[in-house]
């Protein structure tokens, strides 16, 4: 069978029969309450080319028949699936939930919340103008169309123009940017409502001493990471930047901290990490800001897990280092304690941190 991504609603599939030379039989069996497994670090990394057509496997359980004409397929059955979906759909937005990531536009639910990035925000303005489609080619992301969207611009917001925190006054200006830039788009999306922006003002406020110590730390790590470590000064290099970590004041299981101890055990720094921090031997306070606007969108999903773990989150991004980081990092178990303080259960993939002895993760786990 080959299956039409497209449905009526988000949780409705349909898919449509097709003879060995590819024709359309007519047969149809249409799925209720589908919940697509996430997809993996591998699952991505394997895709070369986010702009052409992909491949990707699908699974989910328990989802319901609604309507069918195929044999052998009836009406209120459970049905179970596992395939693949094979696509001319290119997945220029990744978005990134509980426990994986999924196309955009394959993990919209009813009442979800869609937080997109800047990458994501630029692919909206360029391909949508009053709902229509600009440009040629289907796109995952095409999936958002005529829906009632529930968008947050609070990430375009936080991050600014200015490669530095924002003032409260620009946090405003982006976030109006932002809106304008959505309703000009897509004008069925709604919109988080404008009161919004003092809760984003007093957050990046209750963030500007923790970005400090992580700047610092960037800046102090960056030139050392600059080119690949060997096998051999792995672990001078790990307990290095475990050091510095502690004489920034960070804790050891900050995103940072995790990012850069990728880049040391990597062969030839050739991961995700790397290039989402972009080490370099004269790494400045600005490059610092835009590696952490990327992992602190991460940081905030984890909290929005933690804190609302019955909502519906979607982090949309066009970057996909910054999606493999997030699938590599495996983060589960999310609880919201008391006073504000959440915690979560990170087991890193072999991928973000290969190469590692037993000796050396003791020494990360127990510092």
């Known amino acids: 069978m080959a299956d039409q991504p497209a449905s009526h609603a988000p949780g409705l599939w349909i898919f449509k029969e097709q003879d060995a030379e590819g024709m359309l039989t007519g047969r149809t069996t249409i799925f209720e309450g589908v919940e697509l497994q996430p997809l993996t670090y591998a699952d991505l990394a ?44 290119t997945n220029m937005a990744i978005g990134l939930v509980r426990g994986g990531w999924l196309p955009s536009g394959l993990a919209l639910r009813d009442n979800m919340v869609v937080l997109p990035d800047r990458c994501t925000m630029s692919d909206l303005v360029e391909r949508y103008r009053d709902g229509q489609k600009l440009r040629h080619g289907n796109d995952f992301l095409d999936l958002f169309q005529d829906k009632t969207v529930l968008i947050n611009p609070g990430l375009f917001a936080m991050e600014g123009n200015k490669r530095q925190l924002p003032t409260s006054e620009q946090v405003a200006e982006q976030w109006a940017e932002a809106c304008g830039k959505i ?18 003002v007093g957050l990046l406020d209750e963030m500007r001493e923790q970005m400090s110590r ?15 470590v060997s096998r051999l000064r792995l672990p001078q290099v790990w307990d290095k930047v475990l050091e510095i970590a502690q004489r920034c004041g960070l804790p050891r299981n900050t995103l940072v901290v995790l990012a850069a101890l990728s880049i ?27 590696a952490l606007a990327d992992l602190r969108a991460l940081e905030l999903l984890l909290h929005f897990y933690a804190r609302f773990p019955q909502e519906k989150i979607m982090l949309c991004t066009g970057d996909k280092n910054l999606a493999l980081f997030w ?41």
């Not at 009161?195 to 984003?200: E, K, L, R, V």
């Not at 040391?264 to 835009?290: E, M």
């Not at 290969?354 to 993760?361: A, E, S």
């Open 46 to 89: 394997n895709i070369k080319k986010l702009h052409g057509p992909i491949n990707i496997p699908l699974s989910w359980s328990r989802a319901r028949i609604v309507e069918s004409n195929i044999p052998g397929i009836s009406v209120d059955d459970v049905a179970n699936i596992n395939t693949t979906l094979e696509t001319p759909f």
């Open 214 to 228: 992580k700047i610092q730390f960037l800046c102090q790590v960056a030139p050392m990471l600059q080119s690949p």
């Open 183 to 200: 309703r000009a788009a897509l004008p069925e999306a709604q919109l988080t409502p404008d009161s919004a922006i003092q809760g984003i």
């Open 264 to 290: 040391v055990c990597v062969d030839n720094g050739a991961g995700p990490a790397k290039r989402l921090i972009k080490p370099s031997s004269k790494y400045s306070t600005g490059d610092a800001h835009n």
């Open 327 to 367: 699938a590599g990092m495996r983060a589960s178990g999310f609880v919201y304690g008391n006073e504000g303080s959440i915690s979560y259960t990170l087991s890193p993939l072999d991928a973000l941190l290969p190469n590692v002895t037993p000796d050396l993760w003791e020494t990360y786990i127990r510092g």
